[in-house]
């Protein structure tokens, strides 16, 4: 079991910064491939963007591209995902999420179902 704890989200303007934190617990080593997702009321959980367990790979969705950054540090179990030049699209809840016992590779990755665990989500307001 691997439990995960979301925080940095808030209102911002557009082209402001954040900094989202993911926390994991329950599982040492940080084995697991990290990821990002959001969702708006409605719509699906869409990919933000994914980390390997090393770090030595991320992925990121073309929306984010350029904008977003994932990190980790595995000796916090602690993920990151720096959030630059916001957009009032980018307006949403974000998740994090592993993957413990999944494939690796890009096409897990953006894959919702790829993942094992969750977090409560926190809340991303761009206003314009």
């Known amino acids: 079991q691997v439990q995960l704890v979301e925080s940095g989200g808030g209102l911002v303007q557009a082209g402001d910064s954040l900094r989202l934190s993911c926390t994991a617990s329950?599982?040492?080593?940080?084995?697991?491939?990290m990821g990002w997702f959001r969702q708006t009321p409605g719509k699906e959980r869409e990919f933000v963007a994914h980390?390997?367990?090393?770090?030595?790979?991320?992925y990121y969705a073309n929306a984010v591209k350029g904008r977003f950054t994932i990190s980790r540090e595995n000796a916090k179990n602690t993920a990151y995902l720096q959030m630059n030049n916001l957009k009032p699209e980018d307006t949403a809840v974000y998740y994090c999420?592993?993957?413990?016992?999944?494939?690796?590779?890009?096409?897990?990755?953006?894959?919702?179902?790829?993942?094992?665990?969750w977090g409560q989500g926190t809340q991303v307001t761009v206003s314009s």
């Open positions: 999420a592993v993957i413990v016992f999944g494939p690796a590779g890009r096409e897990a990755a953006v894959a919702s179902k790829s993942y094992d665990y």
């Open positions: 329950g599982r040492p080593g940080g084995t697991y491939g």
């Open positions: 980390i390997t367990w090393n770090g030595a790979d991320t």
